[in-house]
């Protein structure tokens, strides 16, 4: 299993999620968040910001599934469908374990991805 993790311009992330819902992964948690990336911020005039506001997007999938949901988001994110400095970043990271908080049972890789372990 892996948790992909995104960052998003917050103009965007309603297509990246409906993206993700259309490619069949409707369960995405959502945070906004504050950065800056390579380009340190936007400069209008005397001021800068150095804080941009961002959306986090999480989403967890099989390994097989990887490539896909990348290509979702990737397809949904880019600004002008060009693309811009700002749009985000996409990191995925192994998920060892995953637990159901009310039943207390642990998911299976197949559960994961909505079929039958």
């Not at 993790?5 to 069949?24: F, S, Y």
């Not at 800068?48 to 990737?74: G, H, Q, S």
């Not at 998920?95 to 197949?110: A, D, L, R």
Request: hydrophobic share 40%; charged share 30%; net charge negative.
């Amino acid at each position: 299993m892996l948790m992909i993790r995104t960052i998003v311009r917050p103009e965007k992330v309603h297509e990246v999620m409906q993206g993700l819902l259309d490619a069949g992964y409707p369960a995405v948690t959502k945070i906004s968040v504050v950065g800056r990336g390579k380009q340190r911020g936007l400069r209008v005039g005397d001021v800068v910001y150095d804080e941009l506001p961002k959306e986090m997007l999480f989403v967890v999938v099989p390994d097989v599934d990887k490539d896909f949901v990348i290509r979702a988001i990737l397809d949904n994110a880019k600004s002008d469908g060009e693309g811009k400095f700002g749009d985000g970043k996409i990191f995925v990271s192994a998920v060892e374990e995953v637990y159901t908080i009310s039943s207390g049972t642990k998911e299976s890789e197949p559960a994961l991805a909505g079929k039958e372990a």
